[in-house]
């Protein structure tokens, strides 16, 4: 398997994602630890759902799960402005505090598109917890609800990134680490293929 080779640089390791993983469990956990009912946690598929596996093992609250899918990049590497929600909660979220866990925040597009929707369902705070955070890239300002909080596992550079839940057309999720593509596998009109 050569997926290895198509990495021109690691830029975290598996153990250093690990780390910052347990430092921002703490946090939430010491954060949101006064509040009696279940914290809702709601992943935004896909590319959040090995941090979102990794983090809920370290919250030491009381919590709910659910998945919320927008739609960005299709298969390229350029933010798309409108994006979509392709596929809705199902649990009520009325009242609740609620974290929106994110695999990256580049533009703001997704995070603003999907504040309003869950402020909208009647959300007591909706905060966001990122893995991670892009702010040079920054185009659209999103507010936070209520007295939400942001939570950011590191600040990446301006690459485009792949692994630990994060694809180029649809690969690449399962690298247990974060790293750059060689050009070579991210060219336009190129097609990604493991060999
Ligand atoms: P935004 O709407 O903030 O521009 O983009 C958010 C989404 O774009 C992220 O949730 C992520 O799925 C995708 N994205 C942004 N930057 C990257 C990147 O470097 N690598 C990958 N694989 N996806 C990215
Ligand atoms: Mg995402």
Redesign the pocket.
Known sequence: MAMEDHIERILWTDEEISNRVSELASQISNDFKQFSSALVIIG?AT?AFLFLADIVRKITLPITVDFIRVG??GSG?V?NAS?IISSDIKIDIKGKHVIVV??????????SCLMSHLESKGACSVSVCTFLD?PA?RKVHFELVGEGKFYRGFE?PD????GYG???AELYRNLPYVGVLKPEYTSDGCVATIS
Do not use: A, Q, W
């Open positions: 935004v590319g960005s990049y590497t933010s994006p994110e695999d990256i925040v580049d533009t703001g597009n997704t995070l892009k890239r990446c690459y485009f990134v792949v994060m694809d180029f």
